[in-house]
């Protein structure tokens, strides 16, 4: 894997998160913050952390932060700073800056002082709720598009002992099964002669009403 450089600016909930996942990964990870109490108990989860004020150019020049592949704002309630940080990462020509927004206003004006992807937490996880309830043996999604995602589900009990060409997915439930996940193994483009196993999970691609239908295959 390719170590890149990353930079949270925002320790709080959500940059604590991103940053602790990155660095388990091994990445290089710088956090910043405003509040130096939040720097020091970064300490633990970060490869390096620093108090500055990202909102002021000279804070953001002296930590290099043109070094880096990619600036994470994490500011959480102060929209203001959020916004004036990510225009100021702009300028200094970060190539990658991924913003949170609270929420489509927001969203919108980072979108256009230059926020590369725009993460609106809370109605992420609120849909990703809602969807699992839609589709109980999910365990995974990608949504590729409004209509269409790739998902991770568990295979119905009856299915069991079967191959493709028999359960015959395509034509009964119009999604298609692009790998299988046995273990810590994975079976990537199964062949039609595949026999599918109690404990495997099928990702799958198709349109999210037919996968959800299949989901809920007891
Ligand atoms: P969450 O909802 O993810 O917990 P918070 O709003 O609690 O988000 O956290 C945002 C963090 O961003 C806080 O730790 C705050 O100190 C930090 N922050 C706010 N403004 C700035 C700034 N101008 N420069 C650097 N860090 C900032």
Redesign the pocket.
Known sequence: MTINQYAI????????SVARRLHEAGQQVLG????EE?VEDAELYVTHAVV????EEKALTSIGIGNFDCVIV?????MQ??IL?VSLLKELGIKKIIA?ALGKRHGQVLDKVGADWIIYPERDMGERVANQLLSPNMLNYIELSKDYSIEEIMIPPKMANKNLRDLDLRAKYNVSVIAIVRGVDIIISPSPEQLIEQEDILVMIGHRKDIAQFSNIE
């Open positions: 600016i925002g320790l709080g909930r959500f940059g604590v910043i913050d405003i509040n939040r500055a004020d990202t909102t994490a500011i959480g309630n102060d700073s959020s940080t949170k």
